[in-house]
């Protein structure tokens, strides 16, 4: 049975398990390799035993490292980087075994960067008021390269006391700060903006430019204007050219671009079910005179990837996925620069307005748009919506189906304008009568 230590020692607020650790040796005046012995169950405490300390452990050994140090599991956990994965880190795809000192580490120097821009592993930053009374104090939050102010003390994290203890941060970098330390719970929605705050701090996150806290280092007042600018920009969804997302290639800026309005689901109807094209009577009242530079097709897939994207908050590379392959990367392409010029003419707020208001009327509507696609070239499809309106001309009938029912891109023979007139008028004309008859048809068919 494992002898548990006599006392129990509270951890501080935030604090990080090494830090814990070390102050548990400092207390009973012993090298911290005797407790690594006694905490994990190792024969011979090796130096990369304690720099992995505070990644991630298995259960087995946060249950036996809790009886040792008289702590709940719990507590145990939340002194682990692994407490933020699905917000600052991604462990994803990760042997967490690599990362317990508990288990069988390799010799060789294992790489943190894999899980998100993190401080070098045998590197401290300290917040010099934090750690005066407490001098071996480490919070879990100061391994992260985005952690770079104690909001509290007002004060840059430093890897020597004295360099930045007269040094005071103003109230905008604070409350970037502050925001970046608020979103460390694990959320989908958290993901992604840090997702969004890497890409905007690329260029200090990246070998072989210094890393954020090293550019901190050499200069204070322009690193962190840099960091609160890229909260900003992280946070300022919807708006391509103030996030600078028209320098990126396309393919890069579709899977940070995101909706700043969210329509959330409270039931089991599905985003999939979504058209490629705005139906008419949603896209004609406010997006055609918004997107009127593109034709019209162009412009409706460009309102039913908006729509799509307002759903959950979704990545334009996200509601992309919706759409038919062959049309990701054209329709990516006419978002983000049909969406460039709207937010250079003050217009992106409404587009982003009309197109959550589109997303909850699909929603309401619960109309199945795949399986209108699936069903609109089939003979038996076309031969009840020409019995439904026989003076209808045969063959703008077959483009009906496709442009205007199921809002798809299926059929070659599409056209923007047909013999009897624009779709739109045929629409007007004979639509409703073959909408009742094709709906009645499909009920049958589900029947």
């Not at 982003?352 to 038996?380: F, H, M, P, T």
């Not at 499809?381 to 026989?390: G, L």
Request: hydrophobic residues 40%; aromatic residues 8%; neutral net charge.
């Amino acid at each position: 049975m494992t002898t548990r230590f006599p006392l129990r020692i509270e951890p501080l607020p935030g604090e990080w398990w090494r830090s814990y650790l070390q102050r548990v040796a400092a207390r009973y005046r012993v090298h911290p390799f005797a407790v690594l012995e006694r905490v994990y169950g190792i024969d011979r405490p090796e130096r990369r035993h304690l720099r992995w300390s505070g990644i991630v452990m298995s259960d087995a050994a946060v249950a036996h490292s809790a009886r040792v140090v008289n702590l709940a599991p719990d507590e145990i956990r939340a002194m682990h980087l692994k407490l933020l994965d699905g917000s600052a880190l991604d462990f994803t795809g990760r042997d967490l075994d690599e990362f317990n000192p508990a288990a069988s580490l390799s010799a060789t120097r294992l790489h943190l960067r894999h899980v998100g821009p993190l401080v070098h592993a045998a590197t401290d930053r300290v917040c010099p008021s934090c750690v005066e009374g407490s001098p071996l104090y480490r919070a879990t939050s100061w391994r992260l390269q985005v952690h770079l102010v104690c909001t509290r003390h007002r004060l840059p994290l430093s890897h020597h006391l004295e360099a930045a203890a007269d040094t005071e941060i103003d109230d905008e970098v604070c409350a970037a700060q502050q925001t970046v330390l608020d979103r460390l719970s694990p959320t989908a929605e958290n993901a992604a903006f840090f997702k969004d705050l890497y890409a905007q701090l690329g260029p200090y996150l990246k070998r072989p430019a210094p890393s954020l806290d090293q550019a901190l280092t050499v200069s204070t007042e322009p690193t962190l204007e840099s960091f609160r600018e890229a909260v900003h920009r992280a946070l300022a969804y919807g708006y391509p050219h103030y996030q600078g997302f028209d320098g990126w290639p396309f393919a890069r800026a579709a899977s940070h671009l995101r909706p700043p309005h969210e329509v959330v689901i409270h039931d089991n109807r599905s985003v999939r079910c979504f058209p490629h094209l705005l139906p008419m009577h949603l896209f004609a009242p406010g997006l055609s005179d918004l997107l009127h530079r593109a034709q019209i097709r162009p412009a409706r897939a460009i309102g039913a990837a908006g729509a799509a994207m307002c759903v959950g908050a979704r990545s334009l590379s996200q509601s992309l996925e919706l759409f038919p392959p062959g049309r990701r990367n054209t329709t990516a392409r006419l978002v983000m620069t049909h969406l460039l010029n709207l937010e250079r003419e003050g217009c992106a707020e409404q587009f982003w307005q009309l197109c959550a208001s589109a997303a909850l009327q699909l929603l309401k509507e619960n109309v199945d748009y795949r399986q209108r696609e699936q069903v609109c070239d089939r003979d038996q499809t076309y031969d009840v919506a020409t019995s439904a309106e026989p003076s209808a001309y045969p063959r703008t009938v077959r483009t009906w189906l496709v442009d205007q029912w199921a809002c798809t891109y299926t059929s070659s023979n599409v056209r923007p304008s047909v013999r009897d007139g624009s779709i739109e008028h045929f629409d007007r004309l004979y639509g409703p009568g073959m909408r009742a008859a094709l709906n009645a048809h499909l009920r049958e068919c589900a029947a």
